[in-house]
């Protein structure tokens, strides 16, 4: 049975920083491309950032390049999402995923199977 469980939300101001964690069992997440997806309340989950299994590749919307960095330990079979300089409209249900598929410069819902319960990101102006 595959679960993905995230933890390093909260609140911060703006200008802050937290660091997402997502901690896999059932799966590997070095055989598996790994994402972060986040939902704003009356908006679509939308696409963060993700990390190919080979580890050779990463992925990062527009609004988060350059804030924002996806990494992984294997060791430990867990996620992360480092997040510096947080902004009001970083606000969202942030959600772990893992897919079979990795596609070059997008990322999908759709193509995602497993999914975590989300941890909550709030920043405050």
């Known amino acids: 049975q595959v679960q993905l469980v995230e933890s390093g939300g909260g609140s911060v101001q703006s200008g802050g920083s937290l660091r997402l964690s997502c901690t896999a069992s059932?799966?590997?997440?070095?055989?598996?491309?790994m994402a972060w997806f986040r939902q704003a309340p009356g908006k679509e989950r939308e696409g963060v950032s993700s990390?190919?299994?080979?580890?050779?590749?990463?992925y990062y919307a527009d609004s988060v390049k350059g804030r924002f960095t996806i990494s992984r330990d294997n060791a430990k079979n867990t996620l992360y999402l480092q997040m510096n300089s947080l902004k009001p409209e970083d606000t969202a249900m942030y959600y772990c995923?893992?897919?079979?598929?990795?596609?070059?410069?997008?990322?999908?819902?759709?193509?995602?199977?497993?999914w975590g319960q989300g941890t909550q990101v709030t920043v405050s102006s």
């Open positions: 995923a893992a897919a079979s598929v990795w596609r070059y410069g997008t990322i999908s819902t759709a193509d995602f199977r497993y």
């Open positions: 059932g799966l590997s997440v070095d055989d598996y491309t």
């Open positions: 990390i190919k299994w080979s580890g050779s590749s990463t």
